[in-house]
């Protein structure tokens, strides 16, 4: 049975002060935790999940430290309305710094700030290869509950730098530096590219005009429809279609 001090604690890293102070984050759900466990096993810290969960598991993963709980306990220190069977525990995976992006396609964050589309941005980039995201410092925590569920466990596979966009953009005179913006080229006329960085902006105010004076090239989806405008993850998903 967990102690209430125990529940506590868990409870508390679902607020972003605790998660950073003590470096942990937490994963919830049969398939991401299964897949954190095969990608990173050395980083987690603990598992607390139901019988059904355990029973198999404790087989194939002997050394990962399994606690195994009630249903009621796990809905005491899910974060989801509807928890499924298993949450982890989980060390921060080591900080990266800004490597070299040459023969890479990078993806610049600027002000995203919903956690879904954050998680699902880095799980997109996972998925067309991008091995390397870097945010800006208001962008959403990748270590947010709701982050790490929207990756599906693309989280342990793509880099997060949270950095100072303008800066590092300013480093950037020789790269291809692409703005997802109305108005621009349409993306699908636009060349597969190996290399480059691209620059998707706020969900409602877009990129700001300081990185978007640093682009050079001004793409964009056309729409057929009357829609104002696409979800942030949308449009990276489409745009990376047709440049990757």
């Known amino acids: 049975m967990l102690s209430k001090t125990k529940v506590k604690y868990i409870q508390s890293l679902g607020q972003k002060k605790f998660r950073q102070s003590e470096m942990l984050f937490i994963a919830e759900g ?3 935790v299964e897949e954190l466990i095969s990608e990173i096993p050395d980083l987690i810290v603990e598992v607390f999940a139901i ?8 087989k194939i993963n002997a050394k ?3 606690t195994e709980i009630t249903q009621q306990e796990l809905e005491r220190i899910s974060q989801l309305t509807t928890p499924n069977k ?4 989980i060390k921060m995976l080591p900080e990266v710094k800004l490597s070299s992006i040459k023969n890479k396609v990078v993806l610049a964050l600027d002000g995203i700030q919903d956690p879904g589309n954050m998680g699902t941005i880095i799980r997109i980039a996972d998925w067309f290869g991008i091995e390397q995201i870097v945010c800006s410092t208001d962008s959403a925590d990748p270590y ?3 982050v790490v569920q929207a990756t599906m466990g693309s989280i342990a596979r793509v880099k997060i ?3 100072d966009l303008k800066k590092w953009l300013e480093d950037m ?3 291809q530096i692409f703005a997802a913006v109305l108005g621009g080229k349409d993306v699908s006329s636009i060349n597969k590219i190996s290399e480059g960085v691209i620059i998707i902006g706020n969900e409602s105010k877009g990129i700001s005009p300081e990185l978007l004076k640093l682009s050079n090239i ?3 989806i056309p729409a057929k429809g009357k829609a104002e405008s696409l979800n942030a993850a949308v449009a990276t998903g489409i745009i990376l279609s047709h440049l990757i």
């Open 30 to 32: 049969i398939k991401i």
């Open 51 to 58: 019988q059904e969960w355990v029973e198999p598991q404790k």
């Open 64 to 66: 990962i430290p399994i």
């Open 86 to 89: 298993v949450l982890a525990i």
């Open 144 to 146: 947010n509950p709701k």
């Open 161 to 163: 730098i949270h950095t």
């Open 173 to 175: 005179s020789d790269t």
């Open 218 to 220: 001004k793409i964009a």
